[in-house]
C-alpha cells in the first residue's frame, strides 16, 4: 500500500498590510524602549568615568609611595606608565602603574590631571564629562576630584 503525500494547494504569506502593521507596532515599541535604553548607556558612561578616576586616583597614590611625590604638571599622568627620566626618580619607581595606556575618559576625552589640591585631595583629577567642555550639568557635568573654584 503507497502513503501518499498531500502538498498543500495554496502557500500563504504575510500581505504588505500585514507587514505594515508589524512595523508600526515595532516602531512604537522602539519609541517608547529607546530613549531609556539610550539613558541607562549615558548613565553607565558617568559610572565609568567615575570608576576610572578612582582606579587613577589609587595608581597616582601608590606610585606617590614609591618615588616620594605626585606627578609634576609636565610629566602629567604619562608617568604611571612611563619610567622617568630622572635617573634619582627612575631608581625608585616600581611601575608601570597601569596595566594599559592610560585611558580616555568614555567620551574619549583624556582626563584632566594637575598636581594642585582639590577640596580634601592632594591633586586634581576629572573628566569634563559628555560635553567636554567646564561645568555643566547632568551627563554633561564634570567628574572626579575637580579643582577649586
Do not use: C
Request: glycine share 10%.
Amino acid at each position: 500500500m503507497r502513503k501518499s503525500f498531500r502538498s498543500p494547494s495554496r502557500i500563504r504569506g504575510f500581505s504588505l498590510l500585514e507587514m505594515i502593521v508589524v512595523l508600526v507596532i515595532i516602531g512604537l515599541i522602539m519609541g517608547l524602549v529607546g530613549p531609556r535604553l539610550f539613558s541607562q548607556a549615558d548613565r553607565a558612561k558617568v559610572q565609568t568615568a567615575e570608576t576610572q578616576v578612582k582606579m587613577l586616583r589609587g595608581a597616582l597614590q601608590t606610585m606617590r609611595l614609591d618615588i616620594g611625590r605626585f606627578p609634576t604638571e609636565d610629566e602629567g599622568l604619562q608617568l604611571l606608565t612611563q619610567r622617568p627620566s630622572d635617573a634619582r626618580l627612575a631608581n625608585r619607581w616600581q611601575g608601570p602603574y597601569l596595566d594599559e595606556t592610560v585611558p580616555a575618559d568614555p567620551w574619549g576625552n583624556p582626563y584632566q590631571y594637575s598636581p594642585r589640591a582639590a577640596g580634601d585631595h592632594a591633586f586634581t583629577l576629572f573628566s569634563y564629562g559628555a560635553d567636554g567642555q567646564a561645568g555643566g550639568t547632568g551627563h554633561d557635568a564634570d567628574i572626579g576630584q575637580l579643582p577649586a573654584p
